[in-house]
């Protein structure tokens, strides 16, 4: 599992995206981002998928959020990762 600490989705064309790269995982069940009260600002079940740094189209501040995947390895063992990201305004 490889995933930056730090975004800046200021539309720029360099890290505007928080995306992880799932190597090793035969199905992605979700990738969920939370903000730091633990309401998901994101949420998605395709590997190629990123935030942008919005929910509902509004800009969310600058911080720190938590993400989660759930999935299965190649050999289907149920796995799951967390890490946190900084968004950068």
Request: glycine residues 12%; proline residues 6%.
């Amino acid at each position: 599992m490889i995933a930056p600490n730090a975004f800046t989705p200021n539309n720029d064309g360099t890290n505007d995206l928080f995306r992880i790269r799932a190597y090793g995982l035969s199905r992605l069940e979700y990738f969920t981002i939370y903000n730091r009260w633990g309401a998901p600002v994101f949420t998605t079940a395709d590997p190629g998928a990123g935030w942008d740094g919005q929910l509902n189209n509004a800009q969310q501040p600058a911080g720190t959020y938590v993400w989660i995947v759930k999935g299965k390895d190649i050999l289907g063992r149920n796995v799951q990762y967390s890490g946190h990201v900084l968004l950068i305004r």
